[in-house]
C-alpha cells in the first residue's frame, strides 16, 4: 500500500501540476457521451436566453449595482480556480460523471433561481458562469442522467446517485446561548463556538469513521461547511447519512424544551473526547465573553436546566442576593450542588457536564446533511450580501481563522492595483496571488491533488 502511495505521488510530479492547474491554459477537450452532439431541447435554449437578459436588466434594482456586477465580473475573469474545481468534484483528469451529472445551481440578481444545469467540462461550466455571472452557486447530486435532460426522462429515471457527505453548521442556530450577536452578525467572541465545532466534528469523522478528505469551508457570512470527500462517503445512502448525524447530534428539542442534552453517566469515547474540547472553551467562551451567568435574564436559562427543583431555588436565590459575585464563584456554586445532589441519588445525573454540551457542543443542520439531493453552496463562489469569497479553513489551523478579514470582491480589486502599482511584476502571474485569496487557493490545489493522488492509486 505504501508503495503504491509513493509511486502515485511520483505519477502526480511528472505531470508539471504547476501548469497542469493553471487556469491560465485552454482546458483540455472532453470525452463525448450519448448526449454531446445532441441539441438542447428547445424549452431549455428558450430559458436560458430569457435568464441571460434578466441577469442583464436588472443592473437598475441591483444594490450599488454598477459596481458589484463590475466586481462580480471581475472575480469570475480573473480570480475563480475552475480548473481546481473541475478535478474536485470531478475526481479524475478527463471528465466522468463525477462531474458531467452533477447538478449546478445559480442565483441571479432579483433572486432569479435556476436548477438542475450540468456541463460537459470545466470549460463550459466557465463559460456559463462568465454568462450569467450568478451571484450565488450551489453544488448538488450527481445523477443518474445530466440534470440539464431531467425533463426528458421520467421520475423514476432520474435519481440522485451520490454526493459528498456534507455539514452546515450556522451561527444562528447558536441565538440561544450567543449573547453578543444574533441572525446574522457574528463576531469574533461568537465565532469560536465554530472553531470548537469543526475540532468537535472534524475529529470524529476522522477517527470515529475514518475518513480522510475533509474541506471546510467558510459560508460567507455567518457559518461553516463540511465537504467529506472520500469515495466512501459520496457512495453513502440517506439511512447511512442519517446514522452519521444520529451519531453525531446531541442537541434534541426546540425552543420551548429547557434540557435539550441528557446523556449516560459513562459516556461513549467519542463524545468524552469531545467533552476535552467543550471544556477547554466553555469557561473562556460562555462563562466570561457570552456572561451567561452576568444577568438574571441569562443565568435563569442556565438553571431552568438542572433537573433539581431544590437546586434551583437555591441558585437562585444566592445568585440574586450576592449580586457582587462573580461569574466564576457563581459556577463553583453550581458545581458543588450537583456535587451535593448526587450523594444523595443512587442514580447520577451529571447535569453540569451536560450543561457545558448544550452550550458549547455543535449544532449541526440535520437536513442538509441526511438527503442526498440537498443543495450547498459552493467553495469559492461569493456571498451576496458581505461580497467575501467562500474560502476554505484549515482545520488544524481553525482557531486563527478570522471571518472578518476574509477576502471579499473590493479587497481583492483593491489589492490587485496596489500590488501591480508598487512592483513591475510578470505578465503572467495570475492575480489570485497577488492578493490576500492566495492561501486560500493554494490550499485548495493541496487538497485536490491528495483526491487525484489516491485516484491514481486506485487505478494501479
Do not use: W
Given at each position: 500500500m505504501e508503495g503504491l502511495t509513493q509511486r502515485a505521488n511520483q505519477e502526480l510530479e511528472k505531470m508539471d501540476l504547476e501548469n497542469f492547474f493553471s487556469d491560465e491554459e485552454e482546458f483540455a477537450p472532453a470525452q463525448e457521451d450519448q448526449h454531446m452532439n445532441e441539441e438542447p431541447v428547445q424549452e431549455d435554449q428558450q430559458m436560458n436566453e430569457?435568464?441571460?437578459k434578466v441577469n442583464i436588466a436588472t443592473e437598475e434594482s441591483f444594490n450599488d449595482k454598477h459596481n458589484q456586477i463590475r466586481l462580480y465580473r471581475m472575480f469570475y475573469d480573473d480570480f475563480f480556480p475552475y480548473k481546481l474545481y473541475f478535478h474536485w468534484l470531478n475526481y479524475d483528469i478527463t471528465?466522468?460523471?463525477?462531474f458531467t451529472h452533477r447538478e449546478f445551481s445559480f442565483t441571479l440578481p432579483n433572486d432569479i433561481y435556476i436548477r438542475f444545469k450540468s456541463f460537459e467540462n470545466a470549460e463550459l461550466l466557465k463559460k456559463e458562469i462568465e454568462r450569467l455571472q450568478p451571484i450565488k452557486m450551489d453544488i448538488g447530486a450527481v445523477y443518474s442522467v445530466q440534470?440539464?435532460?431531467k425533463k426528458t426522462v421520467s421520475e423514476?429515471?432520474?435519481?440522485?446517485?451520490?454526493?459528498e457527505l456534507v455539514f452546515d453548521i450556522d451561527m444562528t442556530d447558536y441565538d440561544e446561548v450567543r449573547t453578543c450577536c444574533s441572525g446574522g452578525d457574528i463576531c469574533l467572541l461568537c465565532w469560536e463556538f465554530m472553531t470548537v465545532a469543526i475540532k468537535i466534528v472534524d475529529r470524529s469523522l476522522r477517527e470515529d469513521f475514518g475518513f480522510k478528505h475533509i474541506m471546510w469551508v467558510y459560508s460567507g457570512r455567518r457559518g461553516v461547511h463540511c465537504w467529506v470527500c472520500d469515495e466512501r462517503?459520496?457512495?453513502l445512502d440517506n439511512d447511512s447519512r442519517k446514522a452519521i448525524i444520529s451519531f453525531l447530534d446531541i442537541i434534541k428539542g426546540g425552543a420551548h424544551v429547557s434540557r435539550k442534552v441528557k446523556l449516560p453517566y459513562l459516556l461513549h469515547p467519542s463524545l468524552k473526547r469531545s467533552f476535552e474540547v467543550v471544556e477547554k472553551h466553555f469557561k473562556p467562551l460562555l462563562i466570561e465573553k457570552m456572561g451567561i451567568l452576568d444577568k438574571e435574564e441569562n443565568w435563569n436559562k442556565v438553571l431552568d436546566i438542572i433537573p433539581d427543583a431544590a437546586v434551583r431555588d437555591k441558585l437562585a436565590e444566592k445568585w440574586k442576593d450576592n449580586y457582587k459575585c462573580s461569574a466564576n464563584e457563581k459556577w463553583d456554586m453550581l458545581l458543588k450542588e450537583e456535587e451535593k445532589s448526587d450523594k444523595k441519588k443512587k442514580f447520577k445525573d451529571l447535569f453540569v457536564r451536560d450543561i457545558m454540551f448544550q452550550y458549547c457542543?455543535?449544532?449541526?443542520d440535520v437536513k442538509v446533511s441526511t438527503n442526498i439531493n440537498h443543495l450547498l453552496k459552493s467553495p469559492f463562489c461569493v456571498h451576496?450580501?458581505?461580497?467575501?469569497?467562500?474560502?476554505?479553513?484549515?482545520?488544524?489551523?481553525?482557531?486563527?481563522?478570522?471571518?472578518i478579514n476574509v477576502p471579499n470582491l473590493n479587497t481583492l480589486r483593491k489589492e490587485v492595483l496596489e500590488f501591480d502599482q508598487q512592483q513591475n511584476t510578470d505578465a503572467k502571474l495570475p492575480d489570485y496571488k497577488k492578493t490576500s485569496l492566495k492561501p486560500y487557493i493554494e490550499y485548495f490545489d493541496k487538497f485536490v491533488k491528495s483526491l487525484l493522488s489516491e485516484t491514481i492509486q486506485s487505478k494501479r
Open positions: 430569457d435568464f441571460a471528465p466522468t460523471k463525477n440534470p440539464k435532460y423514476k429515471a432520474f435519481k440522485p446517485k451520490e454526493k462517503a459520496r457512495k457542543y455543535p449544532r449541526l451576496p450580501k458581505t461580497l467575501k469569497v467562500c474560502v476554505p479553513i484549515k482545520p488544524e489551523e481553525c482557531e486563527h481563522f478570522d471571518p
